[in-house]
């Protein structure tokens, strides 16, 4: 398997501008996280689905950061608008079933809005 | 979810073994532990988990008291690539999802 997936890498934006994160779980993990790494905040819990149901979304900092989860193999964190403090990495984790407690993390998205 | 406290930092030298301790005095009964290892510009990777006594595989050892509040991790004859960021986390086995990294422990081998 090749692990979860992120796209893009890299991302450069101007602020006010809209952001798409895009993550592709591993195959047959029921759960998918999103989380954002700061210098400042350290790694922080955004939002996590389970069978691409949302269920604790309490990390999310405000409105403009939305995420969905359409299928099993596909999930989106969006920001619009974007603002310079949104500048961190994110990354995307899926784990297994109820059973499991080890998450897999992809490599990451480097987010700078300017 | 309980709260653990790490060194900041530890320094070591390739081939003497680290041991890296976690203290995390509100842990609670269903509570696990669990390490996490942060490459730069890489996403955490699971290391080890446990919830008394000794855990060990190819990688780690852990080391829980009987009184679970600290647990430490030890990685036996370290290298350069060990260098990394590890994180303590506790949490209940069943759930595990909300996982709440700190600062973790930034570990710096040298030749």
């Known amino acids: 398997d090749a692990g979860v997936i992120q796209s893009p890498r890299h991302e450069v934006t101007e602020m006010g501008q809209e952001v798409t994160l895009r993550c592709k779980p591993i195959?047959?993990?029921?759960?998918l996280f999103w989380y954002r790494q700061t210098m400042m905040r350290g790694l922080e819990l955004l939002i996590y689905f389970n069978n691409n149901v949302p269920i604790d979304d309490s990390g999310m900092p405000e409105d403009r950061f939305s995420a969905k989860m359409p299928n099993a193999s596909f999930s989106t964190l969006k920001i619009q608008p974007s603002e310079p403090r949104d500048s961190a990495v994110y990354f995307c984790?899926?784990?297994?079933?109820?059973?499991?407690?080890?998450?897999?993390f992809g490599p990451g998205t480097r987010l700078t809005v300017t | 979810l309980a709260k653990t406290t790490q060194p900041i930092s530890m320094d070591s030298y390739e081939g003497q073994e680290v041991n890296i301790t976690c203290s995390h005095n509100n842990i609670a009964t269903n509570d696990y532990i669990t390490w996490y290892q942060q490459f730069p510009s890489q996403g955490p990777r699971f290391i080890i988990q446990?919830?008394?006594t000794k855990v060990t595989n190819e990688v780690a050892s852990l080391f829980i008291p009987a009184d679970r509040k600290s647990s430490t991790l030890s990685l036996p004859r370290v290298s350069l690539s060990d260098t990394a960021v590890y994180y303590c986390?506790?949490?209940?086995?069943?759930?595990?999802?909300?996982?709440?990294f700190g600062t973790g422990t930034r570990l710096l081998v040298s030749p």
């Open positions: 984790a899926s784990r297994p079933g109820h059973l499991s407690y080890e998450q897999y």
């Open positions: 446990g919830y008394k």
């Open positions: 986390l506790v949490g209940e086995d069943t759930g595990f999802q909300k996982l709440v």
């Open positions: 195959s047959g993990h029921d759960y």
